[in-house]
T-cell receptor, first 114, second 110 residues
Framework: QKEVEQDPGPLSVPEGAIVSLNCTYS??????FMWYRQYSRKGPELLMY????GNKEDGRFTAQVDKSSKYISLFIRDSQPSDSATYLC??????????????FGTGTRLKVLA | DVKVTQSSRYLVKRTGEKVFLECVQD?????MFWYRQDPGLGLRLIYF???????EKGDIPEGYSVSREKKERFSLILESASTNQTSMYLC?????????FGSGTRLTVV
């Protein structure tokens, strides 16, 4: 079993729809939870960064963390064609050197249709 | 904004060649990372460094080495390139918290 599971999609939605992207994880020691957006042929860019269980909102994006269920979500409201990208979840794991390293999901490819 | 710059966007190398991928960050971050990204496998950590001259193996270090002589620069070395090392290579840096990524180097080994 992978430490982080993410449905690869692709997920196609009409413009204006609410999008829900999800990841599950198995390691209860993960402390920080992130969502990245990656456009084709580009590096990932950070969208959301959370630490505790609960919701965090930033514009049209809401990140939700449920540590008891080991489940995180990213919601996109009023989706736009420019949101078409691959979305990666990531979680931090503390190494023996005291550095955080990051475990990534495989990414969900999202297409928002105009 | 933190900027992470990878020296090449596209590279084509021959099997057996020694390949150097360079990465520079401009925000004085302690931590730097090298990942490779493959379809269906996601991002996998090759090596990371938490200080100058310090390094730790990630999940897939075989066939790779790294060098960090200066804080801002982290190099990935493919000692003898093989076709199964054809991939997108991503460099990232962080202080505390999340990674900031470069644009990636797409390496093809023929």
């Amino acid at each position: 079993q992978k430490e982080v599971e993410q449905d690869p999609g692709p997920l196609s939605v009409p413009e204006g729809a609410i999008v829900s992207l999800n990841c599950t994880y198995s390691n209860s020691a993960f402390q920080y939870f992130m969502w990245y957006r990656q456009y084709s042929r580009k590096g990932p860019e950070l969208l959301m960064y959370t630490y505790s269980s609960g919701n965090k909102e930033d514009g049209r994006f809401t990140a939700q963390v449920d540590k008891s269920s080991k489940y995180i979500s990213l919601f996109i409201r009023d989706s736009q064609p420019s949101d078409s990208a691959t979305y990666l979840c990531a979680m931090s794991d503390l190494t023996t050197s005291g550095t955080y390293k990051y475990i990534f999901g495989t990414g969900t490819r999202l297409k928002v249709l105009a | 904004d933190v900027k992470v710059t990878q020296s090449s966007r596209y590279l084509v190398k021959r099997t057996g060649e020694k390949v150097f991928l360079e990465c520079v960050q401009d925000m004085d971050h302690e931590n730097m990372f090298w990942y490779r990204q493959d379809p269906g496998l996601g991002l996998r950590l090759i090596y990371f460094s938490y200080d100058v001259k310090m390094k730790e193996k990630g999940d897939i270090p075989e066939g790779y080495s790294v060098s960090r002589e200066k804080k801002e620069r982290f190099s990935l070395i493919l000692e003898s390139a093989s076709t199964n090392q054809t991939s997108m290579y991503l460099c990232a840096s962080s202080s505390q918290g999340s990674n900031t990524f470069g644009s990636g180097t797409r390496l093809t080994v023929v």
